[in-house]
């Protein structure tokens, strides 16, 4: 975590954050959700979504640029009129859970690229096909025999 604290850190380009106005009503009965919460998840891909209130997301915005985590909760507490240890104490705990799964990463690393599809339409794969690709959907799913 020494390493996060001090090299610039970045949202992967798949990363989106989604407003719980964006998000199918269907899903938001099932979970606890808040006014103003949003969704952080990768954009074509499986994997772990994780809420975050409007405030966490308006950080998470500062790194769509490589920045430490200091210089993203500064910019983000003169943008928003607070004091930038009280939105530190706030947002540790979010932060550290996002580089875990691997929704913020090191500006340097092979996580900041674009996911790429590991079959593309057409590829054969022993004797099957791919036929499409989908979002949300494991690649193994678009597969015609």
């Known amino acids: ?14 990363v989106i954050i ?9 899903l938001l009965e ?30 998470l915005e500062q790194f769509r640029e490589p920045r430490t985590i200091l210089q993203a909760v500064f910019r983000h507490s003169v943008l928003q ?6 939105v530190l104490q706030s947002a540790f705990g979010v932060l550290s859970r996002l580089i875990q799964a691997h929704l913020l990463v090191l500006a340097e690393s092979e996580d900041a690229a674009p996911l790429v599809a590991a079959f593309t339409v057409g590829a054969r794969i022993d004797r099957f ?17």
Do not use: F
């Not at 989604?18 to 269907?26: F, G, V, W, Y």
């Not at 006014?35 to 950080?59: F, M, P, Q, W």
């Open 1 to 14: 975590m020494n390493r996060m604290m001090e090299d610039p850190l970045v949202l992967p380009a798949d």
């Open 18 to 26: 989604l407003s719980a106005n964006e998000i199918d009503p269907t």
């Open 30 to 59: 099932r979970m606890d959700w808040s006014e103003g919460d949003c969704v952080v998840t990768y954009r074509n891909a499986r994997g772990s979504s994780h809420k975050i209130d409007a405030d966490t997301a308006r950080l």
């Open 81 to 86: 009129q607070r004091e930038a240890l009280d």
């Open 129 to 145: 096909e791919v036929i499409r690709s989908e979002e949300h959907t494991s690649e193994l799913q678009s597969l015609r025999h």
